[in-house]
């Protein structure tokens, strides 16, 4: 088989294909196969009846349909895979006039999508900052009074409640239609103030009143209060009857026996300190990822198909639409609550669409010139992780991946991460810290000398 290609448009090339009756007289063979499985005629079994008695009975145009449908988009994928196109559209095939013993051939028209051609001088030596890992004595304190709360006692607090304070109320709620609604009701209810539990409303209204009074709250219900009555309003009758304060533990050592393996609370804080420490580490690697493709993006100008472009924002546009459904309300509801409007969901849906897409671009070609590559043990170990995820069989959704295709997907976005990492290593990194520290000397500096 032989191709050629040309390009008739920026984002549009003609494939001209060529098959030498040679080698498509096997194809031709199983069309005459498939044809001889599907019609009876007496005289001869299912499957067994010759050519010269096909093109009789059957007629040869028959043949060469059946044959044309089946082969034309086989030719046209292998010429596809030739070139390494990936087609954004359905082909334009144009088929010559076909004659026994004579070549086959075609045209096919597609989109595609851009392809960058990246060199190593274009990826390597990336200026980023590293963001600091030190952990400032402040997240520890955050960490302590954490734990201080999980070993909090309640006292009566004869005061307004404040945020952060558990009452117990007796909760009503009903319907629009005035009907009461059991699932949400609740009866000598101990409510963590700040909780969102009943939605913000509730949780707007609480703050400042005291026990003995009665509060009228209005939500929104999710997908919870039953069917038939998500996404409407539920009017909530509270009645406050008490109001508890916690009472943290004092952070000392009995305190760090309590709340840890440690004897002292120097040595909690400082198990803390290392902990932080290695949280932030694994955050730096994502944050180093997340600038090196910013610098890349900021960087490489790309063109990209309307076609491309339109078909990810809609996918985008309907995940959101699926996962507030999945929340028990409308895309409506959601974007108004967030105050945006749907032209608002869609250009930002647009413009998340671009980055992601020029991004792929990006690590594909920076995969391509590396050669970066993936073998079966990566791949059955990214399949073990989503296995696991999923509580799945990994030998069964490795099947499912591959009858599927997805698995070329998978092994898409393995290559694409470790072109990102690639990305990372090859930059030229600077510790953030230490760039605002000499930022800092050099403007006392300047200043002594005045």
């Known amino acids: 088989m032989q191709t050629t290609i040309e390009n008739t448009d920026k984002h549009t090339v003609k494939l001209t294909v060529e098959v030498p009756a040679d080698e498509y007289s096997k194809d031709m063979d199983q069309a005459y196969r498939s044809i001889a499985n599907q019609v009876k005629i007496p005289g001869f079994r299912k499957g067994k009846v010759p050519k010269q008695i096909i093109d009789a009975q059957i007629g040869r145009e028959v043949v060469r349909d059946e044959f044309l449908q089946a082969a034309v988009p086989d030719y ?61 004595e402040s997240e520890i304190d955050d960490w302590v009074t954490r734990l201080q709360e999980r070993f909090a006692e309640l006292e009566p607090a004869e005061r307004p409640i404040i945020d952060g304070d558990f009452v117990t109320i007796d909760l009503k709620a009903t319907g629009p239609l005035g009907q009461e609604i059991e699932g949400l009701s609740r009866t000598d209810y101990l409510y963590f103030v700040g909780s969102g539990e009943f939605g913000p409303q509730l949780d707007t209204d609480l703050p400042g009143a005291k026990a003995g009074e009665i509060l009228k709250v209005t939500e929104e219900m999710g997908e919870g209060a039953g069917e038939g009555l998500s996404g409407q309003a539920a009017d909530m009758t509270v009645l406050i009857k008490d109001v508890k304060a916690r009472k943290l533990p004092e952070a000392d050592d009995d305190f760090a026996k309590t709340a840890s393996e440690f004897d002292t609370m120097a040595e909690l804080r400082e198990d803390l300190r290392e902990r932080l420490g290695e949280l932030k580490e694994r955050d730096v690697k994502g944050e180093l990822r997340d600038r090196a493709l910013q610098v890349m993006l900021d960087k490489v100008e790309v063109e990209l198909p309307d076609t491309l472009v339109d078909d990810e924002t809609e996918h985008r546009v309907e995940h959101a639409k699926q996962q507030a459904e999945r929340s028990g309300v409308t895309i409506e509801q959601l974007l108004e609550a967030q105050g945006w409007d749907e032209e608002r969901l869609r250009q930002d849906s647009r413009d998340h669409a671009v980055r992601a897409i020029t991004s792929d671009l990006i690590l594909e070609s920076i995969a391509r010139d590396a050669d970066i590559q993936v073998d079966a043990d990566e791949l059955g170990k990214e399949i073990g992780v989503l296995a ?31 072109a990102l990492d690639l990305l990372v290593e090859r930059a030229d990194i600077t510790d953030e810290a230490a760039d605002a520290a000499a930022a800092n000397e050099e403007d006392e500096t300047g200043d002594d000398d005045e």
């Not at 087609?87 to 045209?107: C, G, R, V």
């Open 76 to 136: 046209y994928r292998q010429a596809i895979t030739e070139h390494d196109l990936a087609p954004i559209t359905d082909p334009d095939i144009d088929l010559d006039e076909f004659a026994d013993d004579s070549p086959l051939k075609f045209t096919a028209v597609v989109e595609v999508r851009p392809r960058l051609e990246l060199t190593e001088a274009d990826y390597s030596g990336l200026k980023i900052e590293k963001p600091s890992t030190e952990v400032a």
């Open 388 to 418: 696991q995820a999923y509580n799945r069989d990994p030998k069964e959704l490795a099947t499912q991946l591959d009858r599927t295709g997805q698995i070329v997907t998978l092994a898409g976005d393995i290559i694409r991460g470790k």
